[in-house]
């Protein structure tokens, strides 16, 4: 019945993850109620959003010097949010531009002060991450982000800057949060929408470290003021609870995944590597099928691709799905194909799409 | 196994409801996913929604010149985003102040403008709402807003003002809409909180009229930009998909509860006014419990209750956790009982909190 569902987000979830859902909808925990139906201010609930934030900070092995915020409006709220919390009367940020995500951020953080373009690779199409050599940094800036994955056009960051002079860096990790082991202490502040390997849409996961806290614009809504959030421990409004609940699952999940010897995410990250070794090797292989992006930039999550003929898309997506590979299809502003292939893709879902791409190139191409 | 849930918030969902999601969570309508996993911009999502909002619009008869927009971060977050978008220039707001919610309002409108509260019951403990001829409207008043069922109190407005001069009538109406029927067309803006009649938490419904978008403060986030999330049909950023999809799930449930001759919001308030007069029937009938709201001025949403003897609060909810009557803890602020009676809880259910009224009164009163 299940498919291998590609999509870039809303996402693949765990089947156990959803499977166990699926047993406590009508009654979770003998309470005789379903999640959705808890008072958020509760001892249940209260119960849920604390394992689900201690799972975390497990996992990313979050230092206490940072907070974990459970808030909503996606990554694309954030890129609001970020500087009315963050810009504490400067009025430059510096911003790396690696694609569309990173556009969304600049587009929207110039409205709340000089967005600088520090460094972007436009020109060459965005086939590659500029080199902090070239990165241009801006002495007053009140912070540096980074969109760490660019999930339409499949960059990820493979390393990390240094920064001088106290610059808070921050990172859009929407799309690889939790598919790597991450230095949390290297950010100031980290947000990702949860709608990729995290859990469903409608939560956003921010870690902010401490000292950022407490400087927002005086129009900042108070929903979106971290301070605010942090003294509630993300209750100030009421949170998206049946969300914050299938990320609890998800982190247990990720919990259950670790291999002797490593943690949860160094384990995922193997896995991730080879699922997307395996993917990238098939197309490499290939003389027929194309990709763009630089060996070293890219993304482990994210795989645009393209046929040798692009006459053939509908033929190639109408076989997919024939198969059960579903949501193929590539963002509209890069055309092509796009597999995602979060944490919660297994390795069989990739194998199955190698098979169906050699099968394929070998019929057409 | 399922209990009686009088939860102000999240709150009880139809059974009917969670059992669809139940069957459906791992693979929906034959599409080999759930909900949660397809992308916000498919044609299966793209179906749930518009189906969502076509049943919402049939619900409530939502002229064509209003927009439904599915936002998220819940009413507190709107108590920004309304005047962010409405005051377009002007400095004034008028707001009627019948307790928590009304406050909340207030205190976040006044970052933004003069918030004026032209007219309070706060003298008197909230027991009733302001009539009219009381307010003080002021002329510049960019709009006014009330909560129009409070759900801490437990008020309700069971009349609507009359407006002069255009100003644009806000409501607050997150405990009870779809509990009734409303005249939509009498005004400017909308909002409620999914978690009590709609949804689970997480979900935003804004319902506005055409003329008041396009005037959003240049500081707002473009998330939070009426005009843009209509421009985008609610999906500039990703929306909580799986939270609108049990919306959607409600809306349906709700149309089949129409009895012949009445819509379904008719047939809703005809068993909300039976539910509410049972409840407080029996404890006006009491000389030990005490209610403190004015008759005319009652929510039927929200009934908060006094013992004979406070002292015997836990008692009580002991007790009534043993017969699965739940979650009937009054607000910290209030003391005391409180017991929601949203569309979802079924007569039932009141029934039996009425019976175990009858019964702790004759052992403990």
Chains 1, 2 share one sequence.
């Not at 808070?168 to 939790?178: E, I, K, R, Y």
């Not at 082991?181 to 949860?194: M, S, T």
């Not at 301070?227 to 998206?240: C, E, K, R």
């Not at 795989?303 to 299809?329: N, Y």
């Amino acid at each position: 019945m299940r498919v291998f569902n590609f999509s870039a987000g809303p996402a693949v979830l765990p089947e156990e993850v959803l499977t166990q859902a699926q047993d406590e909808m009508l009654d979770w925990h003998g309470s005789g109620m379903s999640v959705m139906e808890l008072s958020h201010r509760g001892p249940q609930f209260a119960n849920i959003v604390a394992r689900a934030e201690a799972d975390l900070r497990e996992l990313l092995a979050i230092p206490q010097s940072y907070r974990v915020l459970f808030m909503q409006g996606g990554a694309l709220a954030e890129n609001a949010i970020v500087p009315l919390n963050l810009l504490r009367g400067r009025t430059v940020a510096d911003y790396v531009d690696t694609g569309s995500w990173s556009q969304k951020s600049i587009r929207e953080a110039q409205r709340y002060c000089e967005a600088r373009v520090i460094a972007s690779s436009a020109a060459s199409g965005y086939t590659h991450i500029p080199p902090q050599d070239e990165w241009q940094m801006s002495a007053a800036a009140a912070y540096l982000h980074l969109c760490t994955n660019e999930t339409i056009g499949g960059l990820e960051y493979h390393w990390l800057p240094e920064l001088e002079g106290g610059v808070p860096l921050v990172a859009d990790m929407s799309s690889h949060l939790l598919s790597r082991p991450v230095p949390i202490e290297r950010f100031g502040l980290i947000y990702a929408g949860a709608q990729k390997n995290i859990g469903p849409s409608g939560l956003t996961l921010v870690i902010v470290r401490e000292d950022l806290l407490g400087g927002a614009h005086p129009l900042c809504p108070s929903a979106f003021d971290y301070q605010v959030v942090a003294d509630h421990g993300s209750l100030f409004n009421t949170p998206p609870t049946y969300a914050i609940y299938i990320a609890g699952l998800v982190f247990e999940w990720l919990k259950r995944q670790a291999l002797p010897g490593r943690t949860p995410l160094q384990t995922m990250e193997a896995r991730n590597i080879e699922k997307s070794e395996l993917l990238y090797g098939t197309l490499d292989a290939s003389g027929w099928y194309r990709t763009v992006v630089e060996k070293a930039d890219r993304s482990r999550m994210n795989v645009p691709f393209f046929l040798g003929d692009d006459a053939l898309d509908g033929v190639f997506l109408k076989g997919a799905e024939e198969r059960g590979l579903v949501q193929l299809r590539g963002h509209k502003s890069v055309g092509g194909m796009r597999a995602s292939i979060y944490n919660a893709m297994p390795r069989a879902g990739v194998v199955a799409l190698v098979d169906y791409l050699t099968e394929f190139e070998r019929q057409y191409g």
